[in-house]
DNA sequence: TCTGGGGTCCTAGGACCC
DNA sequence: TCTGGGGTCCTAGGACCC
């Protein structure tokens, strides 16, 4: 691979924030915060920079974010709503770039290796400003047929194209050039390294470490934070090529296989009673088996998830042959709780995780079904309607509002 | 930082097999 | 049965990302 930095990341700017203002033009200009009302029990998914030097940021809870920020406007998460958003910028994207992988619902990694002579004019002093300029010229596309704003960065590696897209925001475009990747490195925190979380933030400040550039002067070894600086060089040394396969980010039923899905719910107030709590189970169960359908899979581990009033937190699987039956992965989720949750202690959150993906109907039938899978009305119902349009009678949502006030 | 919900990836130990 | 070595699968927990 050429030394040039043709590795693009394109990261839209508080991407829930904006769509919430395509959708209500009224939220321009003014505070926003999104991931749930004053009062929810919640975090920030996405807010506006209106708020940030109050010291808003995604992921504090919201109570925290009221007492912030108590005159923003605070909007529920649609989750359901923003892929097509997300889908309609990518399309844009490809239009210019020959290969582009999601990352996430709002970031994209670009490749643009071969495409200097493609969009090179005259007066181009040399491959990068071409590219520099076709990538401004992207992102004012975005802008205009869109309406979001996006921030891309270039670089060798798609650590150093990533960085950059979080120093280009808002609106910008950052292009590191080859061979100065160490400058613009150096002086960032080391919580900017992709992988570097709070647990290795606080691990590296007990040695003494605050930068990337510090992080950087460690020598190899066997210790975690030598291990922390190699893969720092490591980053900052050309990436391969991207993933060959793109991951489905916006529809979920697009790919059958691979990677897992779940659903899990935390509770307003830490459940104590059995029948509630196998209540919230098996409409968990309902939801996450019906995903599965919709993606013509089948799981072969079955995986629950509690976590109790103090939050500490176990999990507990079982794989066996793949089912995507909401009767067979109830028969072993409720059996997976029963068998492991201590009655003592109030449950706040309940979780059921499919995993070991693959294709329906893999399995060799040595039994055939005694009868055909339940609920395919009833999924057809939901493929149109949403999953919403219909309750089972069976199961009883789990409480998600207060009953009158603390007991 | 009193901590949502959806994911991915990694590690480490144990069972089991040859 | 004092006991090797390599491989794979399963389980549980945890860090991290958006």
Known sequence: MPLAPRLGCLDLDTFFVSVERLLDPSLVGRPVIVGGRKGDRG??????????????????????????????IFVPTRRDTYGGHAARVKAIVERWCPVVRTAS?????????????????????????????????????IQVETGL????????????????????????????????????????PVRKLPGIGPVAEAELQRAGIA??????AVPDGPSRVAGMASRLREALRPSGPLPEHDRPAFQEHDETTDGSLSNERTFFAALGDETTVLDALRSLVERVTWRLRRRSGEARTITLKLRYSDF????????????????????VARQLLLGSWSRRRRVRLLGVQLSNLVPAGTQLALFPPAR?????????????FGYDAIRMGAVVAPREEPEAGPR
């Not at 709002?106 to 400003?129: M, N, P, R, S």
């Not at 500490?312 to 028969?331: A, H, K, L, Q, Y």
């Not at 055909?372 to 149109?384: C, E, K, L, T």
């Open 211 to 216: 930068t990337l550039g510090q992080l950087s």
């Open 372 to 384: 055909p899978r339940a609920g395919s009305a009833i999924d057809a119902v939901r493929a149109r």
């Open 149 to 188: 704003p996006s921030s891309v960065g270039l670089g060798i590696s798609r650590a150093i194209a990533k960085m950059a897209s979080g120093r280009a925001k808002p609106a910008g475009v950052l292009m590191v050039r080859a061979g100065e990747e160490w400058r613009f490195v150096e002086g960032l």
């Open 312 to 331: 500490s937190t176990i999990t507990r699987g079982r794989t066996g042959p793949p089912t995507n039956g909401e009767d067979e992965v109830w028969r």
């Open 43 to 72: 975090v920030v998914t996405s807010c506006s920079y209106e708020v940030r030097p109050l010291g808003v940021h995604s992921g504090m809870s919201l109570v925290d974010a009221v007492r912030l920020a108590p005159d923003a």
């Open 105 to 141: 619902i709002d970031e994209f990694y670009l490749d643009f290796h071969g495409c200097d002579g493609l969009y090179a004019t005259a007066g181009d002093v040399d491959g990068d400003a071409t590219i520099e300029r076709t990538v401004r010229e992207m992102r004012d596309a």
